[in-house]
Nanobody, 125 residues
């Protein structure tokens, strides 16, 4: 049984930092492409960041470039999202996702095989 468990979300002031973690089990983590998405109330689930299975390539949505960084530790079966210079518009539930094959469009949430339950990030102004 595959499980993705996010942690690290909390209330933080604007300008602050958080690091989200997503611990995976039940799959061969090192062979999976991983991503972070987020969903604000009343909005669709949006792509945030992607990292290839080898860890050698990553991509970000424009609004987080230069502020967020995705990384992975295959020894710990964990993917991270370091979030700096947080803004109120970053407030959302953050989800990690896993894809066994490299998605043709890594920003398309329909192309991912497994999802975590989400972690709430709230940024106060």
């Amino acid at each position: 049984q595959v499980q993705l468990v996010e942690s690290g979300g909390e209330l933080v002031q604007a300008g602050g930092s958080l690091r989200l973690s997503c611990a995976a089990s039940g799959l061969t983590f090192s062979t999976y492409n991983m991503a972070w998405f987020r969903q604000a109330p009343g909005k669709e689930r949006d792509f945030v960041a992607f990292i290839r299975w080898s860890g050698g390539w990553s991509a970000y949505t424009d609004s987080v470039k230069g502020r967020f960084a995705i990384s992975r530790d295959d020894a710990k079966n964990t993917v991270y999202l370091q979030m700096n210079s947080l803004k109120p518009e970053d407030t959302a539930v953050y989800y990690c996702a896993a894809a066994s094959k490299r998605p043709s469009d890594y920003s398309n949430y329909n192309l991912y095989d497994y999802w975590g339950q989400g972690s709430q990030v709230t940024v106060s102004s």
